[in-house]
């Protein structure tokens, strides 16, 4: 093969599990340009994006997870979770749209750098939901901080938000609505 920028290449549409591309690792340390395949980078993304139901164990997520800064949450894992002002995690509750609407869930107590699903399911064997059609299996912030539930908030000034809905008693699939109404 002749020497050749990327863009004169010719197009591959559809990658097959063998075919082999350049990656640099380490790059900030120690570069070095290696190779892998296709079929170890859909591995990877599996692995991070694995919806996998229903999960193994208690307080096991499944989903799209980041790492935020969280500021506050004393209630740990499977707390909601809003961005402040200052761009960190406090821990979410629908008593007023200051602290709301949830965003994420927390995936690790305390705070600083915490990993949080964004989307996705979560385990929590203390949670003991109702499932059934329509709104019977619906979750929405609860006006305790940092708590979930299937009652709809209704006093003055409080937050209506659908955050997922019950995939069983322990299980939330957990797709918060950022469409959502005060009670005034």
């Given at each position: 093969?002749?020497?050749?920028?990327i863009?004169?290449?010719?197009?591959?549409?559809?990658p097959?599990?063998?075919?082999v591309?350049?990656?640099?690792?380490?790059?900030?340390?120690a570069?070095?340009?290696?190779k892998i395949?296709?079929?170890?980078?859909?591995l990877?993304?599996?692995?991070?994006?694995?919806l996998?139901?229903?999960?193994?164990?208690?307080?096991?997520?499944?989903?799209?997870i980041?790492?935020?800064?969280?500021?506050?949450?004393a209630?740990?894992?499977?707390?909601?979770?809003?961005?402040?002002?200052?761009?960190?995690?406090?821990?979410?509750?629908?008593?007023?749209?200051?602290t709301s609407?949830?965003?994420?869930?927390?995936?690790?107590?305390?705070?600083?750098?915490?990993?949080?699903?964004?989307?996705?399911?979560l385990?929590?064997?203390?949670?003991d939901?109702?499932?059934?059609?329509?709104?019977?299996s619906?979750?929405?912030?609860?006006?305790?901080?940092?708590?979930?539930?299937?009652?709809?908030?209704?006093?003055t000034d409080?937050?209506?938000?659908?955050?997922?809905?019950?995939?069983?008693?322990d299980?939330?699939?957990?797709?918060?609505?950022?469409?959502?109404?005060?009670?005034?």
């Amino acid at each position: 093969m002749a020497d050749q920028k990327i863009t004169e290449l010719d197009a591959l549409t559809v990658p097959a599990d063998a075919d082999v591309l350049p990656i640099v690792d380490d790059p900030a340390v120690a570069p070095a340009t290696k190779k892998i395949t296709w079929a170890n980078i859909k591995l990877t993304l599996f692995n991070l994006v694995n919806l996998a139901f229903p999960p193994a164990a208690d307080e096991t997520p499944s989903g799209l997870i980041i790492s935020v800064e969280v500021a506050t949450n004393a209630e740990g894992i499977g707390a909601p979770l809003f961005i402040a002002a200052d761009g960190e995690f406090d821990t979410a509750d629908a008593s007023a749209s200051t602290t709301s609407p949830a965003v994420v869930l927390a995936l690790e107590e305390g705070t600083g750098a915490k990993k949080v699903l964004l989307h996705g399911i979560l385990r929590q064997d203390a949670w003991d939901w109702t499932i059934g059609p329509g709104k019977l299996s619906l979750i929405y912030l609860n006006t305790t901080t940092g708590e979930l539930t299937q009652t709809q908030p209704s006093g003055t000034d409080e937050v209506v938000q659908p955050v997922g809905w019950a995939l069983s008693a322990d299980v939330i699939y957990f797709c918060p609505s950022l469409l959502y109404f005060t009670h005034t």
